[in-house]
């Protein structure tokens, strides 16, 4: 393969969710953004790669940037080849994840190993485990829904909070404690949402009904909060993502101010960045979690490629594939028993999205 060889096109979607989702930075009805490929003509039987880029509002580019940034990537990539092209996108990191998968994906379909093999050069990986994911709603139907995904095998919940007061967010997580017993992993996601005082107070609740992580629950310019939260040892963690963009990891660490960090590919510009931010995280004794943004099946199944790198890894938020009304294509990864089952075919594993 020479970088004359490669071709590189993207194609618009927009996938519409089952439901919106209700966060506290507010609902998601759909995702929309750009499927990639990206391919080696050098070969009567061209290898390909894809890539996804799904912008979101508040992490990374807008759409339009998105798409202008791919529009350069694909005059660079023939005249300057892969280093320029990811080069041209460097600030736009929506684009920069999709420009990066697809590369990733094409080299490894060309070695013949699992992408996941490529990025970690480990050993064979056969499942994740992962975390349902539970929007807000009333205490009973908040119940119901964690009811569902135990029932489907999860031993993870994420609960999102933020969008009602503390104490019905405390409640509604004794509902599900009191639903699901005491051996299932309860998280909460607050979004930036809160005052000091107010994570103060969840906090304590939550420490009562043994929730293991609260993630980003001030504001991610309140690193000295969050690192007063922590020094509280009431025995939830407390993880940062929005955090991260804001901050970086040594500043972060700098401060004591998490347990966990969450790594968003899409937002982070690719799964090569986040997968050198886990390893440097290793070595800070920091727990990396891997999430999506709620992206297609390209995106997504580069998510779990890139968790099953990263070793002893947490339940990831990565079975979002449900959120989605529709998808690119049929998705390779399979969820058993509070895990994914992690493609072993080459490359991504992803074969049936871009139709002509």
Same mark, same amino acid.
């Given at each position: 393969?020479?970088?004359?060889?490669?071709?590189?096109?993207?194609?618009?979607?927009?996938?519409?969710?089952?439901?919106?989702?209700?966060?506290?930075?507010?609902?998601?009805?759909?995702?929309?953004?750009?499927?990639?490929?990206?391919?080696?003509?050098?070969?009567?039987?061209?290898?390909?790669?894809?890539?996804?880029?799904?912008?979101?509002?508040?992490?990374?580019?807008?759409?339009?940037?998105?798409?202008?940034?791919?529009?350069?990537?694909?005059?660079?990539?023939?005249?300057?080849? %892969?280093?320029? =092209? !990811? +080069?041209?996108? #460097?600030?736009?990191? &929506?684009?920069?994840?999709?420009? @990066?998968? /697809? $590369?990733?994906?094409?080299?490894?379909?060309?070695?013949?190993?699992?992408?996941?093999?490529?990025?970690?050069?480990?050993?064979?990986?056969?499942?994740?485990?992962?975390?349902?994911?539970?929007?807000?709603?009333?205490?009973?139907?908040?119940?119901?829904?964690?009811?569902?995904?135990?029932?489907?095998?999860?031993?993870?919940?994420?609960?999102?909070?933020?969008?009602?007061?503390?104490?019905?967010?405390?409640?509604?997580?004794?509902?599900?404690?009191?639903?699901?017993?005491?051996?299932?992993?309860?998280?909460?996601?607050?979004?930036?949402?809160?005052?000091?005082?107010?994570?103060?107070?969840?906090?304590?609740?939550?420490?009562?009904?043994?929730?293991?992580?609260?993630?980003?629950?001030? %504001?991610?310019? =309140? !690193? +000295?909060?969050? #690192?007063?939260?922590? &020094?509280?040892?009431?025995?939830? @963690?407390? /993880? $940062?993502?929005?955090?991260?963009?804001?901050?970086?990891?040594?500043?972060?660490?700098?401060?004591?101010?998490?347990?966990?960090?969450?790594?968003?590919?899409?937002?982070?510009?690719?799964?090569?960045?986040?997968?050198?931010?886990?390893?440097?995280?290793?070595?800070?004794?920091?727990?990396?979690?891997?999430?999506?943004?709620?992206?297609?099946?390209?995106?997504?199944?580069?998510?779990?490629?890139?968790?099953?790198?990263?070793?002893?890894?947490?339940?990831?938020?990565?079975?979002?594939?449900?959120?989605?009304?529709?998808?690119?294509?049929?998705?390779?990864?399979?969820?058993?028993?509070?895990?994914?089952?992690?493609?072993?075919?080459?490359?991504?594993?992803?074969?049936?999205?871009?139709?002509?």
């Amino acid at each position: 393969m020479t970088d004359a060889d490669l071709s590189l096109a993207y194609r618009p979607f927009s996938l519409a969710l089952a439901e919106p989702l209700e966060t506290a930075d507010g609902a998601i009805s759909a995702r929309e953004g750009f499927l990639v490929r990206l391919v080696d003509e050098d070969s009567d039987d061209p290898a390909v790669g894809y890539g996804e880029a799904t912008p979101l509002a508040g992490w990374t580019e807008s759409l339009e940037d998105c798409e202008r940034a791919l529009e350069r990537a694909q005059d660079a990539i023939r005249t300057g080849g %892969p280093s320029k =092209a !990811l +080069e041209v996108v #460097a600030q736009q990191v &929506a684009a920069r994840h999709a420009i @990066s998968l /697809a $590369l990733a994906d094409l080299q490894a379909t060309c070695e013949a190993t699992p992408l996941y093999r490529y990025l970690g050069q480990g050993p064979m990986v056969g499942r994740v485990p992962v975390n349902a994911t539970i929007g807000d709603g009333s205490p009973a139907d908040t119940a119901r829904d964690a009811r569902t995904a135990v029932d489907h095998g999860f031993d993870t919940c994420k609960l999102k909070v933020g969008l009602r007061s503390v104490e019905e967010d405390i409640e509604r997580v004794r509902r599900v404690r009191e639903t699901v017993g005491p051996d299932v992993e309860l998280r909460v996601d607050a979004n930036e949402a809160w005052t000091y005082e107010q994570a103060q107070s969840a906090l304590e609740g939550f420490a009562e009904l043994d929730v293991s992580i609260l993630e980003q629950p001030l %504001p991610a310019g =309140a !690193l +000295e909060g969050h #690192a007063d939260l922590r &020094a509280q040892n009431t025995g939830v @963690s407390i /993880a $940062l993502d929005e955090g991260l963009l804001e901050h970086g990891v040594d500043t972060i660490c700098d401060a004591d101010a998490a347990d966990v960090i969450v790594l968003k590919p899409m937002a982070l510009g690719g799964i090569d960045v986040a997968r050198k931010v886990a390893a440097w995280l290793a070595e800070l004794e920091v727990t990396p979690l891997v999430t999506t943004t709620i992206d297609g099946v390209v995106a997504r199944t580069g998510a779990v490629h890139l968790a099953a790198a990263i070793p002893d890894v947490p339940a990831c938020g990565l079975a979002t594939g449900n959120l989605l009304a529709e998808d690119l294509g049929r998705d390779p990864v399979l969820l058993e028993k509070g895990s994914a089952v992690v493609p072993q075919a080459k490359g991504l594993g992803v074969t049936d999205v871009w139709t002509e």
